[in-house]
């Protein structure tokens, strides 16, 4: 016995506070020039690199980013400070990534027509997790009150596409009926706001997509016609150490690589073609053709990067709204930018419409799903 499993709603969680491009690059270039004038000895001596200045024109160019969403904007804008301070939480509180994807969970359940009883699963996945144990999609499970199992798993920003596939493919076997899949992303905290190379790029949110039978659809639906994953190695992007750190001879010294790093113009290059490919091949396989494409709902890193893949998988330039992007609102949110567009850009599809779902990132990793309209 085999089910079809389908995506039968959305939710996103978007925090109350934004930046824009103005006040980022204000705040970058006050830390740039106060770290220059308690460094200008050792510039001077060409000891120490002075530090340019950022520019929103640069990064509007570069990325296509206006503005970005935060947990917290006054560590972050503070130059004596440059990171979110969040406030730490108890044993007996949620972390902040549960109540972030409760939220979008919510939502998604409220579009789905569904409660947490309809529910037999909770997948949270993300580039980066709170709490490593007992487990964010744990106390997700807990606040929500979904019977069941939870877990939580990590393939940087192609963490959405990958957990969908494992919740479709569950349900698919019937060995569970539905799943949420979540996605809250803290990138705010993983990114280093004082290098001008990348510290415009992430934002926070959080996604989250129902998981059912497509028979136990209350409503209009998207059907998972099929799915598939795909991982190569890079170290182009990475994040080093983690929870190790603090074993390391030099402690808990401050240094670049626990942040986010990357090369980015390699990954530019690299990911572009391996993305198209992808695509390309599973299209190819599932008898899809670049006409019958709807909408491609991608994963939002860069504006060129998404109109170039939209341009190779079509074979033309995407009319407009044909690949939606929402970067320029809310920067790269890691695993969940593709969610947000799909659930931002979705409802117009009508019945019988094939829409393709597909992230890439770190890893490197790139997933895609294949969906079609129904109701
Ligand atoms: N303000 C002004 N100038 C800046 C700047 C800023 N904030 N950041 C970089 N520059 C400078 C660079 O120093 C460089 O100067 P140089 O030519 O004198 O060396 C120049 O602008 C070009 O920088 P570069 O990094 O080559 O720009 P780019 O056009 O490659 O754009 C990215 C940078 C990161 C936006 C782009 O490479 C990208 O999107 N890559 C893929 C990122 C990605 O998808 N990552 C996945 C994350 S999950």
């Given at each position: 016995?085999?089910?079809?499993?389908?995506?039968?709603?959305?939710?996103?969680?978007?925090?109350?506070?934004?930046?824009?491009?103005?006040?980022?690059?204000?705040?970058?270039?006050?830390?740039?020039?106060?770290?220059?004038?308690?460094?200008?000895?050792?510039?001077?001596?060409?000891?120490?690199?002075a530090?340019?200045?950022?520019?929103?024109?640069?990064?509007?160019?570069?990325?296509?980013?206006?503005?970005?969403?935060?947990?917290?904007?006054?560590?972050?804008?503070?130059?004596?400070?440059?990171?979110?301070l969040?406030?730490?939480?108890?044993?007996?509180?949620?972390?902040?990534?549960?109540?972030?994807?409760?939220?979008?969970?919510q939502?998604?359940?409220?579009?789905a027509?569904?409660?947490?009883?309809?529910?037999?699963?909770?997948?949270?996945a993300?580039?980066?997790?709170?709490?490593?144990?007992?487990?964010?999609?744990?106390e997700?499970?807990?606040?929500?009150?979904?019977?069941?199992?939870?877990f939580?798993?990590?393939?940087?920003?192609?963490?959405?596409?990958?957990?969908?596939?494992?919740?479709?493919d569950?349900?698919?076997?019937g060995?569970?009926?539905?799943?949420?899949?979540?996605?809250?992303?803290?990138?705010?905290a993983h990114?280093?706001?004082?290098?001008?190379?990348?510290?415009?790029?992430?934002?926070?949110?959080?996604?989250?997509?129902?998981?059912?039978?497509?028979?136990?659809?209350?409503?209009?639906h998207?059907?998972?016609?099929?799915?598939?994953?795909?991982?190569?190695?890079?170290?182009?992007?990475?994040?080093?150490?983690?929870?190790?750190?603090?074993?390391?001879?030099?402690?808990?010294?401050?240094?670049?690589?626990?942040?986010?790093m990357?090369?980015?113009?390699?990954?530019?290059?690299?990911?572009?073609?391996?993305?198209?490919?992808?695509i390309?091949?599973?299209?190819?396989?599932?008898?899809?053709?670049?006409?019958?494409l709807?909408?491609?709902?991608?994963?939002?890193?860069?504006?060129?990067?998404?109109?170039?893949?939209?341009?190779?998988?079509?074979?033309?330039?995407?009319?407009?709204?044909?690949?939606?992007?929402?970067?320029?609102?809310?920067?790269?949110?890691?695993?969940?930018?593709?969610?947000?567009?799909?659930?931002?850009?979705?409802?117009?599809?009508?019945?019988?419409?094939?829409?393709?779902?597909?992230?890439?990132?770190?890893?490197?990793?790139?997933?895609?799903?294949?969906?079609?309209?129904?109701?």
């Amino acid at each position: 016995m085999s089910f079809t499993p389908a995506i039968t709603g959305t939710g996103v969680f978007t925090p109350e506070l934004s930046i824009s491009n103005t006040e980022l690059v204000e705040a970058f270039n006050a830390y740039a020039d106060k770290f220059n004038a308690e460094h200008a000895d050792a510039i001077a001596a060409g000891e120490v690199d002075a530090k340019p200045h950022s520019s929103e024109e640069f990064i509007l160019k570069a990325s296509g980013i206006e503005r970005r969403y935060v947990m917290d904007k006054a560590g972050v804008l503070n130059p004596d400070v440059m990171h979110p301070l969040l406030r730490q939480r108890g044993d007996d509180e949620p972390s902040i990534m549960a109540e972030m994807a409760v939220d979008a969970a919510q939502k998604a359940l409220k579009a789905a027509g569904k409660t947490a009883a309809d529910v037999g699963a909770v997948i949270c996945a993300a580039s980066n997790l709170e709490r490593a144990y007992p487990a964010v999609a744990i106390e997700i499970q807990d606040l929500l009150g979904v019977q069941g199992f939870a877990f939580d798993m990590n393939v940087a920003c192609s963490s959405a596409t990958f957990g969908i596939q494992a919740a479709a493919d569950m349900v698919r076997s019937g060995s569970i009926r539905s799943a949420l899949v979540v996605n809250p992303e803290i990138c705010s905290a993983h990114l280093e706001w004082r290098d001008r190379d990348c510290h415009f790029i992430f934002g926070d949110v959080a996604t989250a997509v129902l998981i059912e039978r497509s028979e136990d659809a209350a409503g209009p639906h998207f059907e998972i016609k099929s799915t598939r994953c795909a991982t190569e190695f890079s170290n182009n992007i990475r994040n080093n150490n983690g929870y190790l750190r603090r074993s390391r001879p030099d402690g808990l010294a401050d240094r670049r690589d626990m942040q986010f790093m990357q090369n980015g113009r390699k990954v530019f290059k690299e990911v572009l073609p391996m993305v198209s490919q992808h695509i390309a091949g599973h299209m190819a396989d599932e008898d899809v053709t670049a006409d019958q494409l709807k909408r491609l709902w991608l994963h939002q890193a860069n504006k060129s990067m998404n109109d170039f893949i939209g341009k190779k998988v079509l074979g033309r330039d995407p009319a407009p709204g044909e690949q939606p992007n929402i970067l320029q609102d809310y920067a790269n949110t890691s695993s969940a930018g593709s969610i947000i567009a799909f659930s931002q850009y979705s409802d117009d599809l009508a019945e019988g419409d094939t829409g393709i779902i597909c992230s890439f990132g770190a890893g490197y990793s790139v997933g895609s799903v294949i969906v079609e309209r129904r109701g």
